[in-house]
């Protein structure tokens, strides 16, 4: 079981954050929504699961993220930031500019420390498994880490992906989906059902975890459960989660997949956050 330390140090981060997101949503448009919904497992692979060197994003035996779903760029960005990929402030400074690192879209041509460029939904997780694959083979000690969004599961390729990744015995292969039932168009149960979503996964051969994905300890303990990397089942935990989390007005709201928040909501939406933090944790 996650030590409470190790919880109040991930949930401080990943307050640090939604703070960060919401002061860059006041600058510019980004997927603010989705950002907030999936900033607690984010923060947990990057600042608790994840094996990495900020001096050489290029190592071999690194673990390595995809981020199918594309649109999260920003709260990869801002959590790589957070381990020292980058300073905050370049983020600030370049976010979608011409030639920046930063966007709406992670890019690898522009940014080193993304392993593929993502934004077309469905896209992500098959290369995950193509990987892994390769990893497998050569009996590479990463893992590989890849963030998925439950809008996309309506999509043939994440189907497929899951279908090879049981075939190929991917116990290297760890899949956390942002499971907030909504996408751009609404609530995806409307539009395109999902349930039973766990039981899809297993009827798929793969080890399912499902999780609160705003309870950090569960988080922790679903982390600290994945398998061996040389196990033969790939293992997806679904985080369920909330579009917009914390932040009152934007919490199940479609209106909030994108935009550009105004001054007293920006100063709104971060008290809220810090406030429910103080509650519990109180102000240290």
Request: hydrophobic fraction near 40%.
């Amino acid at each position: 079981m996650a030590d409470q330390a190790t919880v109040q140090r991930l949930e401080k981060a990943s307050l640090d954050t939604k703070l960060k997101l919401l002061d860059l949503c006041h600058q510019t448009v980004i997927h603010i929504g989705g950002d907030l919904s999936v900033c607690d497992m984010m923060t947990a692979i990057w600042q608790y699961a994840i094996r990495y060197d900020v001096k050489n994003p290029r190592w071999p035996d690194r673990d390595r993220f995809i981020l199918s779903k594309g649109h999260a760029a920003a709260v990869t960005s801002f959590s790589q930031a957070a381990i020292g990929c980058y300073d905050v402030a370049d983020i600030y400074k370049e976010y979608a500019t011409d030639f920046g690192r930063f966007g709406m879209h992670s890019c690898n041509l522009a940014n080193p420390y993304v392993d593929v460029s993502t934004g077309s939904l469905g896209h992500g997780l098959p290369v995950a498994t193509g990987m892994a694959t390769a990893l497998k083979k050569k009996r590479s000690p990463s893992r590989i880490y890849c963030v998925v969004g439950d809008g996309e599961c309506g999509e043939g390729s994440i189907w497929e992906a899951a279908l090879f990744a049981h075939q190929y015995r991917l116990g290297n292969l760890a899949v956390f989906v942002d499971r907030n039932h909504m996408s751009f168009d609404g609530f995806t149960e409307e539009y395109m059902a999902l349930d039973p979503f766990a039981d899809k996964w297993r009827a798929f051969g793969w080890d399912v975890v499902e999780i609160d994905g705003h309870d950090m300890g569960r988080i922790v303990d679903a982390i600290d459960g994945l398998p061996a990397v040389d196990s033969d089942r790939p293992t997806v935990i679904i985080g369920s989660t909330v579009k917009g989390h914390g932040v009152s007005f934007m919490e199940n709201n479609s209106s909030w997949h994108a935009g550009c928040v105004k001054e007293d909501d920006w100063k709104k939406a971060k008290a809220e956050l810090t406030e429910a933090y103080e509650r519990k944790w109180g102000a240290n």
